[in-house]
C-alpha cells in the first residue's frame, strides 16, 4: 500500500513550496493538484470559452488529456502532450482556473487521476479537496493556512522578485475573492477535514513549517 499525505489549504498558504519539501525529504513523489486544473483552465482559454459557460466547459474538457511526468524530481504537466508549466502560473490562468474548476467534469476528471497516481506511489499532494474527497483515507492530513495579509504580501514579494509591478491591496482583495470563490463552490468546497491538522504558517518560517509536518508524518 502506498503512503499519502494530503495538504490542503487557500491559495498562497504556501503548500507547493512546503508540500515539495517535504516530498523530498521522505523520496515520496509531490502532486501539485492545482497544476493540473490550471493546465486544464489553459485549455478552456485557448478554445475561447467563456468562463461561466459551463455546458461548453463540461463538452470541452473532455478534449484536455492532461498528465505529470517527472523531470529531475519536478513535475512536469502535460497538455495533450504539451509541456506547459512556463503557461500556467500567471494570475490569469489562476482565476480562469478558479472559476472552472467548479465544473463537476472538470472535477470527476482530474480527480480520477489524483486517485490513480496515489494508489500506485508515495505522494505528498496537495490542493483543496485531497483530505475531504480524493484521499479521504490518507494516512496525513495537514490544513495548511496564513491570514489573508501574509498571503499577499508573500505573492507580492514573489512577483516583485520576477520583476512583475503589483499592487498589494489588489493582490490581497484577489486573494480574498479566490478564498471566498474556492470555499462557497458547491463540489469539493475548500475546507479542513474533519481530521486534519491545522498549521497556521503566518508567524512561521518555511524551515518550521517543513520540521511540523514531518514530525507528524512520523
Ligand atoms: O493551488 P493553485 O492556485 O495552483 O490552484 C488553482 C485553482 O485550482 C484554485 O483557485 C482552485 C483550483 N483547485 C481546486 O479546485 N482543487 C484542487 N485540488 C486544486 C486546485
Redesign the pocket.
Known sequence: MSINIAI?GP?GAG??TIAKMVAKQLGYIYV???????AM?LYIMRQGVDPKDSERISKECKNADISITYQDGAQVVLLNGENVNGLIRTEEV?NM??AT?VNPDV?EK?VDL?RILASKENVVM?????GTV?LPNANVKIYLTASSKVRAQRRFLELEAKGEKADIDTIEKDIIE?DH??MTREI?P?KQAEDATLIDSSDMSIEEVVAAMIALVK
Do not use: C, N, P
Not at 33 to 38: P, S
Not at 126 to 130: A, E
Open positions: 490542503d491559495a503548500k507547493s501539485d493538484t492545482g497544476a493540473m486544473y490550471r483552465a489562476g482556473a478558479s474548476s472535477r482530474l489524483q496537495d490542493g483543496r479537496d485531497i480524493v479566490r470563490r474556492d469539493s475548500l
